[in-house]
């Protein structure tokens, strides 16, 4: 690693599943909604019982705002998808959609079998095109310039 957090190692399969989950935990952990123009006293929360008041409802874990450099890293990674070409477009689906990783539970989204049933295949099979994919990636990463 360098002084900036860059990689200098060689890239392969694994860094780059590596980068794309952190990609896709990241693109999961930023915040649904950002501030608007409209009246931001209407989203006050108002206690409604005393219940409410003292914490007797479990408060939803929320993960953390990414930085930045995370958000910049995960430019990039999902840049790589622009490497599959585009008429193999199922292996694009395939490595965008298991790049996605919840960011507390470090759990994919989407199981090799569950994808393999939304595109109406064995979930073998949908792991050879991830791997494909992926092949794509590290090629086109490896090549000079």
Do not use: N
């Amino acid at each position: 690693m360098r002084a900036r957090g860059e990689y200098d190692g060689p890239i392969d399969a694994d860094y780059a599943i590596y980068r794309l989950e952190e990609a896709g935990a990241t693109l999961l952990a930023l915040p649904g909604t950002g501030w608007s123009t409209r009246l931001r006293t209407s989203s006050l929360d108002i206690v409604r019982s005393a219940l409410e008041a003292y914490g007797w409802e479990k408060a939803p874990v929320k993960p953390a705002v990414p930085s930045s450099a995370k958000i910049d890293r995960m430019d990039e990674a999902l840049a790589w998808l622009s490497h599959i070409p585009e008429d193999r477009y199922v292996l694009r689906r395939v490595v965008g959609a298991r790049s996605l990783v919840h960011p507390v539970t470090d759990r994919h989204l989407f199981t090799w079998r569950r994808l393999g049933t939304v595109l109406g295949a064995d979930h073998k099979a949908v792991q050879r095109w991830h791997a494909q994919g992926v092949a794509f990636i590290v090629a086109a990463l490896a090549r000079p310039g």
